[in-house]
């Protein structure tokens, strides 16, 4: 005679498998990118980037991680229209990533809008207010680290080194990872502001900036798709070497 498992059985094996699921879907780390239309992406995408990024889960606008395609800023909290989100930093940075770190499960969230001053993502500002709001989906202890490309707004602000180590300092509270790592990156040319981003690590610990040397625009401003993967590739680098082997 074939024996049946009792109901209640079946239903503990059946949560069980649906919990291991569950947890295969959910990063081991997350990354935030924030800043202006250059982390939004503006470089036109080519054939073969909507395909999924391996290794890397996207937040979506409901909390839930599904696959990482381009464009990463597509459910960003108070971007431009959709059309508008390319390719970003966040490509080169997930490749980067998973190149170097093959066997974890990476998350992005990705919260840019173009066109944005430092200033308004200040404590009380809705960018800001809304990237937190996004965060309430991810236990903060799983957050990695942040890169944050902005600047192009503030180019000639004497006061943003200021302004930015702020900004690290108050996303670190708020999150409550008093040594959370931070990534910034120089904009295209030579403007005041770049002198100021270099020295953020000597200002802020657990922070590093990346150069924009030798990357193209396309249109004066907006780095090309070639580009932003270089970019992308030195946040990734940057990033690991804060990260050191906590991230093994």
Do not use: C
């Not at 800043?35 to 606008?61: H, K, T, V």
């Not at 390319?86 to 969230?109: C, M, N, T, W, Y």
């Not at 910034?184 to 802020?204: S, T």
């Amino acid at each position: 005679m074939t024996l049946r498992p009792p109901a209640i059985l079946l239903s503990v094996a059946l949560l069980a498998m649906a919990a291991v699921a569950s947890n295969a879907a959910e990063p081991e780390m997350v990354f935030v990118l924030i800043g202006q239309s250059n982390m939004a992406g503006r470089a036109p995408l080519a054939e073969g980037d909507e395909e999924p990024l391996p290794g890397m889960l996207l937040l979506d606008a409901d909390g839930k991680w599904e696959a990482a395609r381009n464009p990463l800023n597509r459910y960003a909290s108070n971007r431009k229209t959709l059309s508008m989100q390319r390719i970003s930093p966040g490509d080169g940075f997930a490749r980067e990533l998973h190149r170097q770190l093959p066997d974890k499960r990476i998350g992005l969230v990705s919260n840019a809008r173009g066109g944005t001053s430092i200033e308004e993502w200040g404590r009380d500002q809705p960018l800001y207010v809304n990237t937190l709001k996004r965060l309430e989906a991810v236990p903060h202890d799983k957050i990695a680290g942040v890169i944050w490309h902005q600047g192009e707004a503030n180019a000639n602000d004497p006061m943003y080194l200021d302004k930015l180590a702020e900004l690290v300092g108050r996303l670190r509270a708020d999150l409550k990872r008093p040594e959370l790592p931070f990534v910034a990156g120089q904009v295209f040319g030579d403007r005041p502001v770049n002198a100021l981003i270099a020295k953020l690590p000597e200002r802020v610990e657990h922070t590093a900036y990346v150069s924009a040397d030798g990357l193209k625009v396309f249109d004066g401003v907006h780095f090309d798709r070639d580009s932003q993967q270089t970019l992308g590739k030195r946040y990734a680098e940057a990033m690991l070497k804060l990260l050191g082997p906590k991230q093994d």
